[in-house]
């Protein structure tokens, strides 16, 4: 390989490490509402599932709630959900098929994900964990409500 095709190889593969994933985000007063925290009223639980990793930042993960498909992250986001209360199957896809988490949503409480990036083989990979409401807090406080 030539040097200037060996040096046009990197240019690309730069511009395309810099870039960053988008997905489509809810509105401002949206996100400063979520972000007080509400308590979820008695037959409701709450769902903040945040990604606030720099890893994988060209990556968008697709996140299902019980084989639903609710919504994609990027780097810095978050998503919201009230769920009924009882057992759910959270997924988010990877590199060779969905990742799971099962959760046991109690009625009026917040409960967060946080979804995190992983190296794979071939692709970025993404994974689940249940985090304490103090981190969960703090991580949906650094990212932005995605729709």
Do not use: W
């Amino acid at each position: 390989m030539s040097k200037k095709m060996m040096m046009c190889a990197a240019a690309l593969g730069i511009a395309l490490l810099s870039g960053c994933a988008t997905v489509p985000m809810e509105s401002a007063e949206k996100d400063k509402e979520l972000k007080a925290f509400p308590v979820p009223s008695q037959d409701q639980a709450g769902l903040y599932i945040f990604r606030d990793s720099s890893l994988g930042p060209i990556l968008k993960k697709t996140v299902k709630i019980d084989d639903q498909v609710i919504g994609e992250t990027a780097i810095n986001t978050y998503l919201y959900r009230a769920i009924t209360p009882g057992q759910h199957v959270l997924a988010t896809e990877s590199e060779f098929g969905d990742n799971t988490l099962t959760i046991n949503a109690e009625a009026g409480k917040n409960h967060y994900i946080r979804q995190y990036i992983k190296l794979g083989v071939f692709a970025g990979g993404a994974n689940l964990e249940q985090v304490s409401e103090l981190e969960g807090q703090k991580g949906v406080a650094e990212t932005e409500l995605a729709r």
